[in-house]
């Protein structure tokens, strides 16, 4: 999905990508520190939803977006997550 956004010929458009690629690395590094602040590790599989991802889109661009394009957007903070999310996380040992 990010390399259709990122193979664009529209600059402004593999900025906004790259964007939202960062608004998801930040939500998955958050979300992380939130859970070790509360003494509990990052274990399974990413918790983040496609609703998140267009809030924390929407609120972190400035700019206005069509609904297919802050779905593209979403959809590349989210798979951005869950990469970072893969990185630092345990496996879920319990069935």
């Known amino acids: 999905m990010a390399g259709a956004v990122a193979g664009s010929a529209d600059p402004a458009r593999d900025a906004?990508?790259?964007?939202?690629?960062?608004i998801g690395e930040a939500w998955a590094r958050?979300?992380?520190?939130?859970?070790?602040?509360?003494?509990r590790a990052?274990?399974?599989?990413?918790?983040?939803?496609?609703?998140?991802?267009r809030m924390r889109v929407?609120?972190?661009?400035?700019?206005?977006?069509?609904?297919?394009?802050l779905d593209e957007l979403a959809r590349v903070a989210n798979f951005a997550a869950r990469r970072g999310w893969r990185e630092v996380?345990?496996?879920?040992?319990?069935?």
């Open 16 to 22: 906004l990508a790259d964007r939202a690629s960062q």
């Open 30 to 39: 958050e979300y992380v520190r939130e859970l070790r602040e509360q003494a």
């Open 58 to 69: 929407r609120s972190r661009l400035a700019v206005v977006l069509e609904r297919d394009r």
């Open 89 to 95: 996380c345990e496996p879920d040992l319990e069935p």
């Open 42 to 53: 990052p274990v399974g599989a990413w918790l983040g939803t496609m609703r998140e991802a």
